[in-house]
């Protein structure tokens, strides 16, 4: 299991753009694939972007992919979502999440270990 804390969420404008990091514990980083979740109010969570151990891969959800782009700096052990010409449809909490594999994965149940989240707002 990793230990994984989230930052970056606000209040934005639409068009604007914002950047999530996630911290990890452990010394074992660079084995995890990791990915992006969020979950909107009143909706199921869903799978935004996930990137493979080394960086080398990463896959989007259709609806974010050429505004949002993730990557990870494996010595801080560390992963970014950067996010940008956001829209009012991007509010949601968004999660961190890690999975014991360098398999990449959309799957909520196939990421074993999750932050806590962190809100993001877009206003119209």
């Known amino acids: 299991q990793v230990q994984l804390v989230e930052s970056g969420g606000g209040l934005v404008q639409a068009g604007g753009s914002l950047r999530l990091s996630c911290a990890a514990s452990g010394r074992t980083f660079s084995r995890y694939v990791m990915g992006w979740f969020r979950q909107a109010p009143g909706k199921e969570r869903e799978f935004v972007a996930a990137i493979t151990s080394m960086g080398a891969n990463a896959v989007y959800a259709d609806a974010v992919r050429g505004r949002f782009t993730i990557s990870r700096a494996n010595p801080k052990n560390a992963v970014y979502l950067q996010m940008n010409s956001l829209k009012p449809e991007d509010t949601a909490v968004y999660y961190c999440?890690?999975?014991?594999?360098?398999?990449?994965?959309?799957?909520?149940?196939?990421?074993?270990?999750w932050g806590q989240g962190t809100q993001v707002t877009v206003s119209s």
């Open positions: 999440a890690a999975r014991d594999s360098n398999r990449l994965s959309r799957e909520i149940a196939d990421f074993g270990s």
